[in-house]
């Protein structure tokens, strides 16, 4: 059952256009949605997040934007920097309290190259 | 301040062997989760923990797995009769505090049954 899906795989972009990388969702209890970047042989690194309370969230050159009622979230980074290159995470929480307290739904992640 | 800590890297075991993942939190964290990597998927919840309590387990594997977190020591994740279909990277993250979401992970053990 797999709650979180990134569609795309992967995503080729040239340096200096936007990448936009794409997540949906199926929970309808999900309320805190976050963005992780991960490098090879890396751990993932925390990027932005946004709550349900929100539509858009901006952190320099980071944009999370957020559609309820589509269950859906989308990351945009302008612009793009080769340094960008890595494997996107989406993950998605109940923030709401309980055990489930601090627990992430990850989705499959989408693999971003941007060109020189 | 170091980050989060996790050994051994790479661990190759043989099948029935039992595998030791060690996770060492930032320093000031007490709250430790592990994550299960397996190839071409997304990561995947298995336990949370905080020290000496293990808060929700519910996506740890019913058997050969176990998770502690103890006073004093790194969290331990416990596999044991390691099956070829336990190879995968496992992550664990550490957080200050309940409720803290955009939490630390570690570098990942990248346990392969041979």
């Known amino acids: 059952d797999q709650q979180v899906k990134q569609n795309s795989p992967s995503l080729s972009v040239q340096e200096g256009r936007i990448s936009i990388l794409n997540c949906d969702y199926t929970?309808?209890?999900?309320?805190?949605f976050l963005w992780y970047k991960k490098y090879p042989a890396e751990g993932p690194t925390f990027l932005i997040s946004i709550s349900s309370i929100k539509d858009k969230n901006e952190d320099g050159r980071f944009t999370v934007f957020l559609n309820k009622s589509a269950k859906h979230l989308s990351l945009h980074i302008v612009p793009s920097q080769p340094g960008d290159s890595a494997v996107y995470f989406c993950?998605?929480?109940?923030?709401?309290?309980?055990?489930?307290?601090?627990?992430?739904?990850f989705g499959q992640g989408t693999i971003l190259t941007v060109h020189p | 301040n170091a980050g989060v800590m996790q050994n051994p890297r790479h661990l190759v075991r043989r099948r029935g062997q039992e595998a030791r993942l060690r996770c060492s939190p930032m320093?000031?964290?007490?709250?430790v989760y592990w994550y299960r990597q397996l190839p071409e998927e997304g990561l995947k919840f298995m336990v949370y923990l905080q020290k000496e309590n293990i808060i929700d387990e519910s996506g740890m594997p019913k058997e050969r797995f176990s998770a502690e977190f103890p006073k004093e020591g790194p969290s331990i994740l416990r596999i044991q009769q390691v099956v070829r279909g336990d190879s995968a990277a496992y992550f664990c993250a550490s957080s200050p505090m309940i409720g803290s979401y955009g939490y630390t992970f570690g570098s990942g053990t990248r346990l392969t049954v041979v």
């Open positions: 320093k000031g964290h007490s709250h």
């Open positions: 929970n309808s209890m999900f309320d805190y």
């Open positions: 993950a998605a929480s109940v923030k709401g309290g309980g055990t489930s307290y601090g627990k992430l739904t």
